[in-house]
């Protein structure tokens, strides 16, 4: 098993950037994909963008050409590099690592 801490997160203006980490604590695990989900205020968990360990990438279309995601499968680290935010971005983000999930982080855009 692993644990995963994320990190990165906080108020931001709109337009403004953030990024966010996400490492493990303990443990290690076999990931072919690392991902990222968010959940807005009242509603249901959403895909964000995911990376797979030959480097193919694909996000959602709310997020594609702001949001980058990066990382290595072998060490399970994700991050995600998130520019020109918007309100809409308001989220709890989770990490998602294998078949292991983050606690989740909030992210606040504020106008």
């Known amino acids: 098993q692993v644990q995963l801490v994320e990190s990165g997160g906080g108020l931001v203006q709109v337009g403004g950037s953030l990024r966010l980490s996400c490492e493990p604590s303990?443990?290690?695990?076999?990931?072919?994909?690392l991902g990222w989900f968010r959940q807005p205020p009242g509603q249901e968990q959403e895909f964000v963008a995911r990376?797979?360990?030959?480097?193919?990438?694909n996000y959602s279309e709310s997020v594609k050409g702001r949001f980058i995601i990066s990382g290595d499968t072998a060490k399970n680290t994700v991050y995600l590099q998130m520019d020109d935010l918007k309100p809409e971005d308001t989220a709890v983000y989770f990490c998602?690592?294998?078949?292991?999930w983050g606690q989740g982080i909030q992210v606040t855009v504020s106008s």
């Open positions: 998602h690592v294998g078949s292991f």
């Open positions: 303990s443990g290690r695990v076999s990931a072919t994909t």
């Open positions: 990376l797979n360990n030959y480097g193919d990438t």
